[in-house]
């Protein structure tokens, strides 16, 4: 089977991915910049046909959302392409079908980034900012399934998955995936500053919340902190995330030390759970800088980004420990 391999088709779908990637980063600065709004009309870009918006217009916040709006023509373009090439060339009826999959759930996240314009309705962030993780993870899952490796792992023999090891790294990745929508609720209800220390929070480890706790909190924010006036909701959010947070790094951690015990530290799987733990390790570190820096529009970004990368670390390092599970023997 492993003639059925096209290194075209494959390099193709990591052209997708990569892009899908790089949107969901240029998304994040749309957010971190405030210009969500920054184009107010849709499918149009003042009046301008999306492709013939002028150059010289592409200032302040409209520069994010335009480049956001055409990096995602981009991505649907590749997407569509990828879908039919999938459907022609490839002979696994449920990749195609994956591909269709890949297809429509572009179609659907273009959707809800026009009705939030159109709608005005900062609370569609939260579906646009899920399905936009979700494609990344189908995007780089067609990739690997179109691989070398994929087609290889078909006639390899190779060091089985313990079930409890992957149960423990599955639940560990769908938390992140909680997370992720814990962090899409912050942002897109401006309250990303709902609390502006760290690791404290208002010099607690849990902070009062009483109406006139947070009528003090509102009084003294600190001059320029981003975000509206806050509420009792948004504190305990931002309190919900960081224990979460807390939770999945001891989970990825304990994922490693699993893996080094399994299936012993050479194996690639123990390498990858590692490249996992250094990843929470980078994305706790750039959330405390995203409250010290005032929520930086980059650092408040690489955030964004490196949960994106956790989440799809997770979920690929399942989709092998599968490979090979079906493959014993």
Not at 62 to 68: G, L, N, P
Not at 111 to 139: E, I, K, N, S, Y
Not at 224 to 246: C, D, E, K, P, S
Not at 286 to 313: C, E, P, Q, S, Y
Request: net charge positive; with cysteine.
């Amino acid at each position: 089977m492993h003639n059925s391999y096209r290194p075209a088709l494959f390099w193709f779908a990591v052209l997708n991915a990569v892009a899908t990637f790089l949107l969901i980063g240029l998304g994040g600065l749309v957010t971190s910049h405030e210009a969500g709004m920054s184009v107010p009309d849709w499918p149009t870009t003042y009046g301008y046909n999306l492709f013939l918006f002028p150059v010289d217009k592409w200032i302040g916040g409209i520069f994010y959302e335009h480049s956001h709006r055409l990096l995602a023509s981009l991505v649907g373009l590749l997407t569509t392409i990828l879908a039919i090439w999938l459907w022609l060339r490839d002979p696994r009826k449920w990749l195609h079908w994956l591909g269709i999959a890949a297809f429509l759930l572009v179609v659907a996240q273009g959707v809800l980034g026009g009705l939030r314009v159109r709608w005005q309705m900062d609370w569609l962030g939260v579906p646009h900012g899920a399905v936009a993780q979700t494609f990344l993870v189908l995007t780089c899952a067609l990739a690997l399934f179109t691989s070398r490796w994929w087609w290889l792992s078909a006639t390899t023999r190779q060091i089985p998955v313990p079930r409890g090891l992957r149960s423990h790294i599955l639940w560990v990745t769908l938390l992140i995936f909680l997370q992720l929508l814990i962090a899409a609720t912050m942002r897109h209800q401006h309250a990303g500053l709902a609390i502006t220390d760290f690791p404290l929070a208002y010099g607690k480890l849990w902070p009062a919340t009483s109406p006139e706790a947070i009528a003090h909190y509102n009084a003294t924010r600190p001059a320029g902190t981003i975000g509206n006036a806050i509420t009792a909701f948004q504190v305990n959010l931002q309190m919900a995330h960081r224990l979460v947070a807390y939770a999945i790094f001891l989970g990825v951690a304990a994922a490693a030390m699993l893996a080094r015990k399994k299936l012993g530290g050479g194996d690639a799987l123990t390498k990858l759970a590692f490249v996992w733990l250094g990843l929470l390790t980078l994305q706790i570190l750039l959330g405390a800088a995203t409250i010290w820096t005032n929520k930086a529009a980059d650092v408040a970004t690489g955030h964004v980004m490196v949960g994106a990368l956790a989440l799809l670390t997770g979920a690929l390092w399942c989709l092998v420990a599968a490979r090979r599970d079906a493959r014993r023997g």
